[in-house]
């Protein structure tokens, strides 16, 4: 995960060449050798997948020095699997560099603001400016602390802030967020299966398509889309062919080649076939496109852009152009890009014509065809939107249950994506991870949630938000937990004789055998009064029943 700012923001939809998992046999009659990636055809592996979903969901607020990757590979016993796993989910679980007013609070942030420190880059060289004007540009490590002390001071921070700030944007500062709504095991194996074929083919010098049925207007307008040249070899098949660039790589030019093929398999209306010749080094292979490898690129439920829909976003592109020619505000932000991955859920396939993307946020927009394919794409939008947030184009707003604009007009669809991205959680924030422990495991230790939510007196107020309701409820000491938790555990308190060591391993055995247990425990008792009797022994009753 994290290798770039582009597979960061979820943008890169290829397996490195070094990590593909392939087996490969001898060819036919003195042929190429055959490639055979290694597709996942069982639901054997799909509790592995839970666990390292479970295993990212616990680091999220976690910095990129305290994950280890090698948790993830000895999952799977097969590196390469494990590594392909890791970039699927990385559209979901992303790094994220902590601001200035998570580490100091709004009110010193704005004090820093004041003095126009708005980056760590600027802090830095406000320390820096300090050192060369009263210490000769060299601070000595006996003095490091007192120096820093005298620079914070004017400044409104303390230290200890200002020895965070100066290196917040380090790359091993950075914090793993999660993008959307938990992903579900099913998911991530539908999308390593399209991934793996559509990486595969990046790596084609040329493709051949067997497409019955096919238009040729069809085919025209989709090579043209990604600028693939093609020809007919067959009154039913065409050659895509690949470019080499300067270095000799087909892989540049290939992913425009690879989305290219699998728009065309998509759109085929009878069940397409075919082959390529791919490139892996020094090496050459025969991909036979069977059934193995078509059948992802073309589940039951798709959403792909034909001609009209190609037309209508390259119509949309243009409006884009001249309003950004035009300057102004009216993007706020945004940026537009014609991607070259799809969206991939179990079940259903997605091929965006252009994607809105600022800061965490990518919102897809997707033509819908009209005819056979627009229920089956219409469902496929529906499901997609569980993963990620798309715009259906060309339908009606009510038609489908995602956000939908029936004409395509830019300013119109600009507002539409403004207005998706207000009900989102942009970047799963700490809270809501806190909540979603909660739900998970009925509660959430202190530990934890000061790696989430910082450390400090203040830690009730913080989570509030969780508490306000009177589901859940703040215990010093151990943490946030469940209401009905509580009253779970205080009902084996009332039910007999009092035991208190025997009720703290019971604690421990639901919460862990920590501090945090005590701390539990002594909070339950704490809500009881206790009645000794005669024989020795004792009872708990509520507090608020005894009196």
């Known amino acids: 995960m994290g290798r770039s700012s582009k597979r960061q923001r979820g943008v890169a939809m290829a397996f490195r060449r070094q990590d593909i998992p392939k087996t490969t046999r001898k060819g036919e009659d003195g042929g190429p050798r055959r490639l055979y990636p290694r597709f996942i055809r069982d639901r054997a592996l799909l509790p592995k997948v839970d666990l390292a979903i479970g295993y990212l969901d616990g680091m999220v607020g976690r910095t990129r020095g305290d994950l280890s990757s090698d948790i993830v590979l000895e999952l799977f016993g097969d590196p390469k699997i494990a590594r392909c796993i890791l970039t699927c989910l990385a559209d979901s679980y992303r790094y994220r560099m902590p601001e200035i007013v998570e580490v100091v609070g709004d009110e010193a942030a704005t004090s820093l603001a004041a003095w126009d420190l708005l980056t760590p880059a600027d802090i830095r060289a406000h320390v820096y400016l300090a050192a060369n004007a009263e210490r000769g540009g060299f601070v000595d490590d006996a003095v490091r602390h007192s120096f820093l002390a005298d620079v914070a001071a004017p400044l409104g921070i303390t230290a200890w802030d200002l020895e965070q700030l100066l290196h917040l944007d380090a790359e091993r500062n950075a914090r793993l967020v999660r993008v959307g709504p938990r992903p579900r095991s099913e998911d991530i194996v539908a999308r390593y299966n399209v991934m793996l074929g559509l990486s595969v083919l990046r790596h084609a010098s040329e493709i051949s398509l067997e497409l019955p049925g096919a238009d040729a207007s069809t085919v025209e307008t989709v090579c043209a889309r990604h600028d693939v040249a093609y020809r007919w070899t067959g009154a039913e098949t065409v050659r895509l062919a690949g470019r080499r660039n300067a270095l000799g790589s087909w892989t540049r030019f290939g992913g425009r080649l690879a989305r290219c093929a699998a728009q065309l398999i998509a759109l085929s209306p009878h069940a397409p076939a075919g082959q390529a010749m791919i490139h892996l080094g020094e090496q050459t292979f025969a991909f036979i496109l069977d059934a193995k490898v078509i059948t992802p690129l073309r589940p039951k439920l798709r959403a792909i852009a034909n001609c009209d829909g190609v037309l209508r976003a390259a119509v ?41 993307s600022r800061a965490q946020t990518s919102v897809a927009v997707v033509p819908v065809p009209g005819g056979a394919g627009k229920a089956s794409a219409l469902a496929a939008l529906e499901r997609a939107q569980h993963a990620r947030p798309v715009v259906a184009l060309g339908v009606s707003d009510g038609v489908v249950d995602v956000p939908a604009l029936p004409l395509a007009s830019a300013p119109a669809l600009l507002d539409l994506v403004e207005q998706v991205a207000a009900g989102l959680d942009s970047s799963q924030t700490s809270l809501r991870v806190v909540s979603d422990e909660l739900a998970a495991s009925g509660w959430v230790s202190t530990r934890r949630l000061g790696e989430m939510l910082g450390q400090g007196d203040d830690l009730p107020e913080r989570v509030q938000p969780l508490t306000v309701e009177g589901e859940a409820a703040f215990v010093p000491g151990f943490g946030l937990c469940r209401v009905t938790m509580l009253d779970e555990l205080m009902d084996r308190l009332a039910a007999g004789p009092l035991d208190i060591a025997s009720f703290r391993v019971d604690v421990a055995t639901r919460v862990g055998d920590d501090g945090g247990a005590d701390a539990l425990t002594l909070h339950l008792l704490s809500q009881q009064t206790l009645f000794a009797h005669t024989d020795g022994t004792a009872t708990a009753q509520p507090a608020a029943q005894a009196a």
Do not use: S, Y
């Open 316 to 356: 949309l592109i243009e409006e884009i152009a001249a309003m950004r020619r035009k300057g102004g505000n009216a993007f706020n932000g945004w940026t537009v890009r014609r991607p070259m991955e799809p969206i991939v859920v179990d079940g259903a396939l997605v091929l965006p014509e252009l994607i809105f």
